[in-house]
Structure formats: structure tokens, C-alpha cells
């Protein structure tokens, strides 16, 4: 029963971080029917920013473990964003009135470029982020000791998450990127600036693929500039598992999708742990293909 437990939490862990980046590709794909490939590699520039701030200001040493991370974290997340908007501005505005496939194309090459950029600036050995960011103490839940990083991981993620739901279900501009997932023409003639609503998806959905990147710097210990490919992978696989589109189902999607990976490896083997949840993706595409809670796509009539 501990081992279940100690595998259900770290799975919960690691799906925050799923659900976090799958935010960005259910989000930008809400608004504009697009999947931003060059997510994941956003992904893993936050979690270079992250352990270059942390060297370079030491703000771990300055104002303490906890402050330092929450302005470690916003810091990454501001810079992620505008990384975010510039690659909409360069990459996709142009061709936002050509054929689908460009704008396919266009992701791709500004993956290839954004993984190579990182490569030559910090070169294609594993960096390392400082040990003992946090306490790392076990915390009693229903008596068995959870690792404190785990529960704060797990809070963090949720925080974040239940943030951006009401942000979008209870504010102006919320209901202004609803609106243009709808219908942009009909968005433009009610006087919502799309192209600014646009901004907003790409500068949000990075910066929480960029603080995930960070997240698992810290809670791994290790980076390296190839990991925005698998992290990316599977948090597409999780936006795809809730509900291409739909928020909550990209956030249940990433939980469920951690979860079924952290039990694979613990009681079929650590091997197969990816293979594995790939199979349950694919069982559940079968009986329901738009999602455990349905793909938010709008539909013109």
C-alpha cells in the first residue's frame, strides 16, 4: 500500500507538469486549430533560463529558498512568454492566411531552430541544477512520508492550472480568447482585437511550458537540450487524451497520464513505462476519439 501511495503521488507530480505544458498546445490549438510543435522546445528554454538565473543571481542566497524559486519562476515565465510572443510575430502571423500545412511546417523549423540554438549556446552535455533548492524533508500524509519537493510540485501545478481556468471562465479577457475559438470573424465584429488575443494564448502557454521546465530541472536535479522532444511528446499525448482544446480536459489528461506512468514502472517495469501509456491513449482513442472530456472545437454553421 506505501508503494502505491509513494507511485500515486510522484505520478501526480510529474502529471502537473504534463497538464502544464499540454496547456500551451490545448490552448494555442483552441484559438487558432494549430499544434505548436515548437512547444516543447519552449519547454526546455525554461529550464535553461531557470538554472541560469539561479547561478548567475542567487536568489536562493539572497531572499531564501521559497522567494527565490516563486521570482525564479516568474522570471522564467516572463521570458518564456516573450520568447512565446516573438515566435507567433515571426513564425505564424505570416502565415496565418496560407494553407494549414505551412504553419505545420513553420513549427517544425522553429523547433529544429530553437533545440539547436540552445545546443550551441550551452552545448550538448547534461547540465546539472544546485542540490538542496528546497527541503527536501518527508512530510506525513495519512501516515505514510511524502517528499516535501513532491507535494510542492504537485500544489505548485495545481495552483497554476486552477489560475489559468478562472482567468479564462471569469475575466474580459478570458472571454475574448473564448470568443475567438469560437469564431474569429464573428470575434472581430463584436470589437475584440484577435491578433491581441492571440498574443495572450502565446505568451501564456509558454510561460507555463517554460515554468514546467524549470520545475523539472529542480525536481530531477538534471536538464539537457533534447528534453523538450519527450516532455512535449507527452504532454500532447495529454492534451489529446482530455480533449484537444478543452483546458480542464488537458489538466486531466496530464494527471491521469503521469499517474498511469508512475504505476507502469513500478508494477510492470520501468522499461515499458512510455509504451504503456501510449497503449492506454490509444485504448481510449478507441472508444472515445475526441477525449475523456470531449475536443473543444467550434463549429460554423
Request: charge should be positive; glycine fraction near 12%.
Amino acid at each position: 500500500m506505501e508503494q502505491f501511495f509513494q507511485q500515486l503521488t510522484n505520478g501526480l507530480a510529474v502529471g502537473g507538469i504534463y497538464a502544464l505544458i499540454a496547456l500551451g498546445y490545448t490552448m494555442v490549438y483552441g484559438v487558432l486549430k494549430l499544434i505548436n510543435f515548437a512547444h516543447g522546445d519552449l519547454f526546455t528554454i525554461g529550464a535553461y533560463l531557470g538554472l541560469t538565473l539561479l547561478t548567475s543571481l542567487a536568489l536562493t542566497d539572497h531572499v531564501g529558498g521559497f522567494l527565490g524559486i516563486g521570482l525564479l519562476a516568474l522570471m522564467v515565465m516572463g521570458l518564456v512568454g516573450v520568447i512565446g510572443i516573438l515566435l507567433e510575430r515571426i513564425a505564424y502571423r505570416p502565415l496565418r492566411e496560407s494553407p494549414r500545412l505551412s504553419a505545420v511546417v513553420s513549427a517544425l523549423g522553429a523547433s529544429i531552430f530553437f533545440q539547436n540554438a540552445v545546443m550551441l549556446v550551452y552545448g550538448a552535455k547534461f547540465y546539472v541544477y544546485p542540490q538542496n533548492l528546497l527541503p527536501n524533508i518527508p512530510v506525513s500524509v495519512l501516515g505514510m512520508p511524502i517528499p516535501l519537493m513532491r507535494i510542492l510540485i504537485l500544489v505548485a501545478s495545481v495552483v497554476m492550472m486552477i489560475c489559468l481556468y478562472l482567468f479564462v471562465q471569469k475575466t474580459r479577457i478570458g472571454t475574448a480568447i473564448r470568443a475567438a475559438a469560437i469564431d474569429q470573424g464573428a470575434a472581430r465584429l463584436m470589437g475584440i482585437d484577435v491578433n491581441r488575443v492571440i498574443m495572450i494564448v502565446f505568451c501564456i502557454g509558454p510561460a507555463l511550458g517554460g515554468v514546467a521546465g524549470m520545475m523539472v530541472g529542480i525536481y530531477y536535479g538534471q536538464i539537457n537540450f533534447t528534453m523538450g522532444w519527450i516532455y512535449g511528446l507527452k504532454a500532447f499525448t495529454a492534451a489529446i487524451l482530455g480533449g484537444i482544446g478543452n483546458i480542464p480536459g488537458a489538466m486531466v489528461g496530464g494527471l491521469l497520464l503521469g499517474v498511469i506512468e508512475a504505476l507502469g514502472a513500478a508494477y510492470i517495469s520501468m522499461a515499458w513505462k512510455d509504451a504503456i501509456a501510449f497503449v492506454v491513449l490509444i485504448l481510449i482513442l478507441i472508444v472515445r476519439p475526441t477525449g475523456l472530456l470531449g475536443e473543444r472545437v467550434a463549429e460554423k454553421i
